[in-house]
């Protein structure tokens, strides 16, 4: 019983000793020990009143070794509200989901601070297993999304919650959690409003963008879409009025407020002299929507004519035409097209597939192809059905079909498709006949939205054959075009001169048709409603020619090649080919799972190079690392900080900015646009090819930075490394020797107790640094926390502690002295740009000509004492000091660094 005591009478030394407590739960497990330790009431009771006062570790040893499964509730429940009132939210929360105590706690107050601290995985734990406890948790998160929620008023219920994320209770990153849980949960989208709302505000920023920005969009299809984005929702409308003013188009902002009937008293002031004056105008936009639409002769010019672009939208007419599409050696151009979902919760479905041959194009209306034979097969239950349960074959008793079918192998193709569904059987026709070429371009992601869009065409899909992707096709011939030397220069470089200098326009499709037709695509339908029924002539054009370009593309790049001299091999552009793959491969990612799952190689339109390490040899010339630029999107942060080590110039995109955002900077900057997932495939079309780079998500951040050096063979030196900051890209530092860094971080100090009212700044006054790069951040000062160097021993009093650096007082002028410039434990070999050597800092405010502050107080004590020479960054005065983490970075690039030209270091200078 000696065990007995111990565990029970010296709480705070198992609160302490983490491996004391595992220890004896082995001991415990032993049968002896177990009859030992009988656990009685007051037993179980004693050990629920140490569970507040140990660690979270020890919460698993204790409900085991004491079987508190079986306690009263009612000291559990007030052990879980123990640990509430110390602001221990997760072990309360792991306590509560391992006794099952949800139904008995107030959700709202057990997991809000738990999503103010970012520990969504702790609230999914909670609420894995309760429907009811998953709808309360979208409510909530849809709560914070209402334009009135004010954050403030929340953490002022929360006066000693730490570790608060404010970036990401942004209505973006929150709508983004809730779009998550509603396809996880299952959850009806009804049940967040704020969010759809939000969602839909965002909509109508990108159709104003496109509108009045891009002048993209004509007034007719940006009226649908703003009358779909508002609906009937009196604050959008309200902010529809409020942002066509913005832009200056009152009259819009009136036209708009009395078609939706707004109040008066909602409208300002220059609106409502509009609508008091020129109340004869209803019929205006009503006129205006009827224009005739008038071809650009500027553009592609469908070449049949638009009698022979026939509509489809029942079955019968399905097939009578599609068969004689079908004839052997037909090629066909095949496009696809839906609603743009503008980022709102539904996702829209594939609302139109165009099928063009050389005399016609058929527009088929697959929503409603679909829904007649779902009508169908509910009125007629069917023989294969009926058959299938009681494992008799249908038609097996029909002496004549059997004779029929094994005269005739139309006859049995026939009743194969009547048995599986006439738009399925005409579909697989379609798509698995090995007789006619399909061309697309980006045929592959065509597909996959046809697959999600109407998954009972998936069989249909799995037998795809003779698929060709012309945007492949295109890149196989520019790189043959490429590899042949021309007058003036190489083929590369021609290449690159042709293309450039029509970018900046023309995107994807309509640039490969400008390049090889002369005339580019007129896109100003591409945004239009889709499922609008009858559909325009604007639209049956734009669907048509679509289509029908892809057939005379087809034809300028094989002329193009044959005019050459090349040797095109169109097997390696076939969507439904299977590819082998290197013996040594890296997990498919989940877009090559996919198409795995449907029986097909990975499509053209995911970046299929970039899936499997780039080999060695890369094709590009070498380029120094100072002459790469690029942006990476929000999920890649860790990615852009690794690249910033190693002295890339990186812009990276705050959680709260939009993925167009990184297209306007490349365009803007001349960078290259990092990115992964779904935006890779808009962000490609805006900014071509070459100037977007699919990431694998599925590698590490270090993995992912050394395939972008060798994609783009990027030559990166010791030199290079640490050349950037990492927190905030700046390429300019100061060396500070540790002597005046110590007066400084005095000096520092002294400003902040001033500023503050404090007695003396607390270490540890900020917020941790998050584990995103806290393998790899030793040896240097990063916002919001400090990384030991393991060769500097911090004190006792330091050791643990967070700092963070605050904006200093201006002060009188007094300049710091040269000595630091000049010390050095060695002697420096060159002399790199990115140090300052004209830079004065003022030592009586410790911040730089520009107001920038040094944040010295970030420093502790005991690196201050250790450490000879500092290196900050002059633009957000972040202070760094060489550790172990540089020749941690040289051993995990070694097999990118370039040491052929230069073998110095950032610190050698």
Same mark, same amino acid.
């Given at each position: ?260 009937? *707004? ?36 553009? @592609? ?34 496009? *696809?097209?839906?609603? /743009? ?114 998954? *009972? ?134 877009? !090559? ?22 080999? !060695? ?36 995109? !705050? ?24 935006? @890779? ?101 990063? /916002? ?9 021993? /911090? ?35 060159? @002399? ?49 000091? !060489? ?27």
């Amino acid at each position: 019983m000696r065990c007995r005591v111990i565990v029970l009478e010296k709480g705070q030394f198992i609160a302490m000793e983490d491996g004391f407590v595992r220890n004896l739960e082995e001991l415990w497990n032993k049968k002896q020990l177990k009859q030992a330790l009988p656990c009685d009431w007051e037993l179980q009771a004693r050990a629920i009143r140490l569970l507040s006062s140990s660690q979270g570790s020890t919460m698993d040893p204790f409900i085991h070794m004491y079987q508190l499964e079986t306690a009263d509730r009612q000291h559990l429940i007030s052990a879980v509200k123990g640990l509430q009132k110390k602001d221990r939210y997760q072990e309360a929360a792991h306590l509560a989901k391992k006794m099952h105590l949800q139904p008995y706690l107030n959700f709202r107050e057990l997991c809000t601070p738990l999503l103010l601290q970012d520990k969504l995985n702790v609230v999914e734990g909670y609420v894995s297993n309760s429907p009811e406890l998953q709808q309360e948790l979208v409510r909530l998160l849809d709560s914070w999304c209402h334009p009135d929620f004010n954050l403030g008023n929340l953490l002022q219920q929360y006066p000693g919650l730490q570790q608060v994320k404010h970036e990401r209770m942004h209505p973006k990153s929150l709508s983004k959690f809730v779009t998550r849980l509603l396809d996880t949960y299952k959850i009806d989208s009804e049940l967040c409003p704020n969010v759809k709302q939000y969602r839909a505000l965002g909509a109508m920023k990108f159709l104003f963008y496109q509108k009045y920005g891009e002048k993209a969009m004509d007034d007719e299809n940006w009226n649908d879409h703003i009358s779909v984005a508002v609906g009937n929702n009196p604050w959008l409308q309200e902010q529809l009025v409020m942002m066509l003013c913005s832009y200056r188009d009152v009259t819009a902002a009136a036209r708009w407020a009395r078609r939706l009937k *707004m109040p008066h008293d909602r409208l300002p002031s220059a609106v409502l002299w509009i609508l008091s004056n020129q109340r004869q105008e209803d019929g205006s936009e009503e006129e205006e929507s009827a224009m005739a639409y008038s071809s650009r002769e500027d553009c @592609y010019q469908l070449p049949v004519p638009l009698d022979q672009v026939i509509f489809i939208d029942n079955l019968a007419d399905l097939e009578m035409h599609l068969p004689a599409m079908l004839q052997p050696g037909c090629t066909l151009g095949v496009d *696809m097209e839906w609603r /743009p979902s503008f980022g709102v919760l539904s996702q829209p479905r594939v609302a139109l597939v165009q099928v063009a041959r050389r005399d016609r194009v058929l527009l088929l209306d697959l929503p409603r192809l679909s829904e007649e034979e779902e009508e169908e097969s509910g009125r007629q239950p069917g023989q294969r059905r009926l058959a299938r349960a009681t494992n008799v074959e249908p038609r097996a008793h029909d002496e004549t079909a059997q004779l029929q079918a094994s005269c005739s192998g139309r006859c049995e193709a026939k009743n194969s498709v009547a048995e599986e569904g006439r738009l399925l059987g005409l579909m697989r026709r379609l798509f698995s006949s090995g007789d006619v070429l399909k061309l697309g371009y980006d045929v592959g992601g065509d597909i996959q939205y046809l697959l999600t869009s109407y998954p *009972m065409l998936k069989p249909a899909l799995q037998q795809s054959s003779r698929v060709l992707d012309i945007a492949v096709l295109q890149k196989q011939v520019e790189r043959l075009l490429s590899a042949q030397p021309v007058a003036g220069g190489s083929g590369a470089e021609v290449a690159r001169g042709a293309t450039a200098t029509r970018t900046t326009e023309e995107r994807g499709l309509s640039l490969l048709v400008l390049q090889t037709l002369g005339k580019a695509l007129d896109k100003r339908q591409q945004l239009s409603e889709w499922e609008r029924r009858p559909l325009t002539t604007a639209q049956l054009l734009y669907a048509a020619s679509d289509a029908y370009c892809l057939l005379e593309v087809y034809d300028g790049l094989l002329q193009k090649a044959k005019a050459a001299k090349l040797s095109v091999n169109l097997e390696k552009c076939m969507v439904g080919k299977k590819v082998q793959k290197p013996r040594h491969s890296d997990p498919a990612p989940d877009d !090559e799972r996919l198409w795995k799952k449907i029986g097909t190689e990975v499509p053209a339109t995911l970046p299929a190079a970039n899936l499997t390490r780039p080999p !060695e040899s890369c094709s590009r010339e070498p380029m120094s690392v100072r002459n790469f630029a690029v942006v990476c999107d929000s999920m890649l942060q860790g990615l852009g900080r690794y690249l910033r080590c190693l002295g890339v110039d990186v812009h990276i995109l !705050e959680n709260i900015e939009e993925h167009r955002k990184a297209a306007e900077i490349a365009r803007a900057e001349r960078r290259v646009i990092l990115t992964c997932g779904l935006p @890779y495939q808009t962000l490609r079309s805006q900014v071509g090819e070459d100037c977007c780079y699919f990431v694998d998500c599925k590698e590490k951040a270090k993995d992912q930075a050394k395939a972008v050096l060798r994609h783009f063979n990027v030559q990166v030196t010791p030199s290079d490394i640490f050349s950037r900051c990492k927190v905030c890209n700046g390429n300019r530092y100061m060396k500070i020797s540790g002597a005046d860094m110590a007066r400084v971080a005095v000096t520092r100090r002294e400003l902040l107790r001033a500023t503050a009212g404090q007695d003396d700044p607390e270490p540890g006054y900020g917020v941790v640094l998050g584990d995103d790069l806290a393998d790899e951040a030793q040896g240097c000062v990063e /916002p919001g926390g400090v990384r030991w160097s393991p060769t500097v021993a /911090p004190t006792q009093d330091f050791a643990g502690k967070s700092w963070r650096g605050v904006v200093a007082l201006p002060g009188p002028e007094k300049t710091m002295s040269r000595a630091s410039e000049s010390w050095s434990s060695r002697t420096p070999r060159y @002399y790199p740009a990115c140090f300052v050597d004209n830079q004065e800092l003022d030592a009586n405010t410790a911040s730089f000509a520009d107001g920038t502050a040094l944040l010295a107080e970030a420093i502790p004590p005991g690196v201050l004492e250790t450490v000879q020479l500092f290196y900050c960054c002059v633009t957000c005065g972040k202070v760094f000091w !060489e550790g172990s983490h540089f020749s941690r970075i040289l051993s995990q690039f070694a097999d990118v660094l370039s040491t052929e030209s230069d073998t110095s270091t950032f610190y050698e200078s």
